[in-house]
């Protein structure tokens, strides 16, 4: 996967393989292909969304743990 | 036991009490005099007060003795209320009819008999009066009249978020600025406040100078501080005069810094007070004002940290949801498709089975059509050429005698017609062939007269020459 992929791009690619794949638009030739691609493509997005929210959810285990401001 | 004369303290106040009966016992006194001090206990409708008088000039306390009205004064005071619209309170400036009485206990007092409903502002309400006036008056840019507030600079500032660096200006023993530093210090909250404290006398006011020059130095200290302070704990009402001096109502309202003030006083609002951003009653309130101030912000921003918290969830829950779809989605109509697929291409294999063969039977149908054409029609053709071929041939027998004939006849007509156009058969009908100089002719114009011509006729050759050659007409030989 690009070093480059953000979220956003990941997710904008799979919404469109799957609008391709809802209007068939898609050939048998790539099929395969794209269906590849859109898994790697969930997979990158799960594990960022994961790996965010385990960030997000220690961030605010923090916040509720700081307790009064000083 | 000593040896010096003496006589128990309540056989002296016994002695002072048969003096005092004996000097005003029987009559009473229309006195003036401001209130202050006032209490009144509404279910016994007692009146304590200190009746005073102070120097016009100064506003130095001259006389001071206490009061109260009970009964009938009592009585008396609330129809002064009644017809004055004022209440019985502090700093009013009243004529009072008063008996002097000495209790043992209580010392000396003034007992109110009736009161003058006709004085109804007092001196200090006055003063406090042409005090504010005069600030409002010299002072447009910073202090204005709206209603029944006064607009200043200092009521115009707006308090910073959070209140943490505090400028205290109290008394060094004053109760209220540790009262006020008790409460903030020991929050339930645990916020945290720096606390710098400024003091100077907060009563008397011939030390309003060294008040204002504490509020310059808080100035002059150039710390960020939120808030100033003004506390100072309770007392008798006298003692606040100095929060309704000129120059320190002018210094609050002008100051840079909010002021909080919590002069311990429930009775009434000094021109300290007027002035300042936020008014409270006592220090311990003034505490309370800014520690609710920093729960509010602290309020603020637990819902900012739960709104945070609840939108995050909701935006990945949201998140994996539409991936999951979209994942389901792709599977499924991948699916779909490659079936849709399949089918397709068994569907086109069965069709091309079919029609694979009934082309195959088509064409070799129309093969057999066009061979059995191509067998029978030759034969038939070859009949027809060869038959034609004899006819001609028969045609040719039939004409070929004809034509022989027809061409012998013609060659007999023409062989006639020969041998009647011959010059001897000519000659032998009489006429002759002239030849000039050896050449046949038929022009006369190559015959002149004297010319010698021969004249052939008949097997004989005549030689003559021409005597005469005239014109001929005649039609001896039209036939």
Known sequence: ?70 | MSAIQHIRLSELSNQITDTLRAAFGMTSFWVIADITNHSFRGQKNYHYFELVEKDPDSNNILARIAGKAWGNGADRIANFEKVTGQQFTNNIHVLVNVSVQYHPVHGLQLNIQDIDPHFTLGVLEQQRQATLGRLVTENPEFIRKSGDQYITRNNQWKLNRVIQQIAVISSNTSAGGEDFKHTLLNNPFGYIFQIDEYHTAVQGENNAEAFVAKLIAVFNAAKPYDVVVITRGGGAQTDFLIFDNYKIGKAVAKFPIPVITGIGHQKNETITDLMAHTQTKTPTKAAEFIIAHNKKYEEEMLAFQQNIVIRSQQLFSSNFQSLASLNSLIVNKARDILIQHKDNVVRINQVSINTSKSILFKHRSSLVNISSRILSKPESILYRKKNDIRQLVSHFNVFKIQYFKNQQGSLNHYRSMIRMMSPDNILNKGFAIVKVNDQVTGNPDDIRIGNDIDIILSGFEIRSTVKQKTKYDGKDFNL
Do not use: H, W
């Not at chain 1, 992929?5 to 068939?24: F, Q, W």
């Not at chain 1, 960022?48 to 916040?63: D, F, G, P, R, Y």
């Open chain 1, 1 to 70: 996967m690009e070093k480059t992929l953000t979220y956003e791009s990941a997710y904008n690619e799979l919404a469109r393989i799957a609008d391709e794949i809802e209007n068939e638009s898609v050939s048998v030739d790539v099929l395969a292909q794209k269906v590849k691609r859109a898994s790697e493509l969930i997979t990158f997005c799960q594990t960022k969304l994961k790996s965010t929210e385990a960030e997000v959810n220690k961030i605010i285990a923090q916040m509720e743990n700081a307790g009064p401001k000083q």
